[in-house]
């Protein structure tokens, strides 16, 4: 499975809702780190398929869902899990620093 594409209108069921931890990209089209961060969050959705959905929400598109997380630089990954934010972090990262910093929520 890859990442999943969420908006405002379905961020209720689709992140908070979720059974599943879920990690959340915040980005933006014209976001070069954003871009650089899409294919390592893609190699991690495949790798660690059934235990964690990633999602990508566009702020441009949806910015009531990044306003409510106070998203104020991107690329930003939240960490997700029972409708909570437990974790994130700012800024596009090497994958084994990204599993570092949510080895909790990926199993």
């Given amino acids: 499975m890859s ?6 209108a379905d961020f209720q069921e689709k992140v908070l809702d979720s059974d599943l931890p879920v990690l959340v990209d915040f980005w933006a089209e014209w976001c070069g780190p954003c871009r650089m961060l899409g294919p390592v969050l893609e190699e991690m959705a495949a790798e660690h398929e059934g235990k964690v959905v990633i999602a990508k929400l566009n702020v441009d598109e949806n910015p009531a869902s990044a306003a409510k997380f106070g998203v104020t630089s991107i690329p930003l990954v939240l960490g997700f899990q029972g409708g909570e934010k437990v974790a994130e972090s700012v800024g596009a990262k090497p994958k084994q620093q990204l599993e570092k910093e949510f080895s909790a929520l990926l199993g």
């Fill in 3 to 8: 990442t999943i594409n969420v908006t405002d």
